[in-house]
């Protein structure tokens, strides 16, 4: 079933070989509570994606990675839990 591009090992294999290493490159909003810091930011359920946070993106830089090594992902979770009451940059997309 599908498409031949939907399954694995199909013709655009080489494409996805780049993401080798990544182990997040966003988090999905799933939820937004009615006058939240989410809400009161403009963010919405199912469409908005976070890609970043003060500054950085989340799947890293890649700068000066060699071939194999991983990308030295920012750890969103332990951003929020770290700076809980204060005010943070997000990037979302």
Sequence with gaps: MGNSSS???GDNQDE???FDGI??????VLGVQPDSPASLAGLVSFFDFLCGVNG???????????????????????ILRENLGKEL?????
């Design 23 to 28: 182990d997040t490159l966003g988090y999905r």
């Design 16 to 18: 996805f070989d780049k």
């Design 56 to 78: 950085k993106m989340l799947l890293g830089t890649g700068d000066g990675l060699e071939e194999g090594d991983e990308y030295d992902d920012v750890d969103l979770p332990a």
């Design 89 to 93: 940059e997000l990037c979302e997309y």
């Design 7 to 9: 399954r694995n090992g």
